[in-house]
């Protein structure tokens, strides 16, 4: 975990209606997430975003208001804006709990050490979180984030049971 890493929670995809308002891609932890900040760095610069209002688009993405975007211009010069906070804004993590961010650019090794790849995804499709690994050849294939397939993780590396492997 870097702490000095800032973690990515959302994306703006464009702009939404004409008032100001955005649509976001959701990138972990969801709305609830995203209603405990009051401001978001926003891309390059040190710019800053205030959060006024945020509701679900009820298909997994969220519709956002920033008091810095008044028109559907505003909003549409967001496109492409990553929402970030400092890492060390996250409350702390029980046993067993983990931020995506934390998951994302991990080594991951079987339960016996064999190296495999790395994490380049955590997604969700309403079960569990399912992590996204590429091997050395580019190709990916996604395994359960339960303990049968991911016995353990650390700062360094994921593992992940043999059986579960994409050979």
């Not at 959060?51 to 208001?65: E, F, H, P």
């Not at 650019?105 to 955590?122: C, F, N, Q, S, Y």
């Not at 997604?123 to 991911?150: L, S, Y």
Request: charged share 25%.
């Amino acid at each position: 975990m870097d702490v000095d890493k800032p973690v990515e929670l959302a994306a703006v995809t464009g702009a939404h209606g004409v008032t100001g308002e955005v649509r976001l891609k959701l990138l972990g932890g969801g709305i609830d997430v995203l209603r405990t900040h009051a401001s978001f760095n926003a891309g390059e610069g040190g710019r800053t975003l205030t959060l006024v209002k945020i509701r679900s688009d009820n298909k997994g993405g969220a519709i956002a208001r920033f008091a810095e975007a008044g028109s559907r211009a505003e909003a549409e010069a967001l496109r492409g804006t990553v929402l970030t906070i400092p890492r060390l804004a996250l409350p702390p993590l029980e046993e067993g709990e983990y931020y995506h961010a934390d998951l994302i650019g991990l080594a991951v090794v079987t339960d016996v050490g064999e190296a495999v790849g790395k994490v380049i995804a955590v997604h969700n499709f309403g079960a569990t979180d399912i992590i996204e690994i590429q091997k050395p050849d580019g190709k990916t294939f996604m395994v359960p984030m339960t303990v049968q397939a991911v016995p353990g993780w650390d700062a360094e590396s994921l593992a992940i049971s043999g059986e579960f492997v994409d050979r």
